[in-house]
C-alpha cells in the first residue's frame, strides 16, 4: 500500500468502536472525519471521555500527538473490557479471578 492511501478499519460491539490500520496521520485525519460525521448525521456524541488510543510501534510523543488530535487518552495495558482484562497475562489465575467470580 502507498504512502498516500488511507485505510480505516473498524470493528463495533454494542455501543464501542475499534478502528484499526496504520499509525499514521492521514488515518488519525479519517478516523476524525468518521467521528464527526457520525455526529452529524445522528445527533448523538462521541464521549471522548471514555475514547482512548493506543499504537503499537511509535515513539511516545508521536502516540500522544495523534491522541490530543483524536481528543482521546492514552490507552494503559492491561485494561478491562466487558469485564475481561486486556493485555493481562492469561496464564496467571488473577487475571481470570473477576471472570470467574461474576
Known sequence: MGDDETQVNLL?????????????????????????CFEIVSSL???????NFEAIGIERDLMIRY?????YKLLVFPFVYLGIFIGANPRLEATWKPVLDK
Not at 13 to 27: H, Q, W
Not at 67 to 71: G, V
Open 12 to 36: 463495533q460491539y454494542a455501543d464501542d468502536t475499534l478502528f484499526t490500520g496504520e499509525a499514521s496521520l492521514s488515518n488519525v485525519v479519517a478516523i476524525k472525519s468518521m467521528l464527526w
Open 45 to 51: 456524541r462521541v464521549n471522548f471521555f471514555k475514547s
Open 67 to 71: 491522541a490530543n488530535i483524536l481528543n
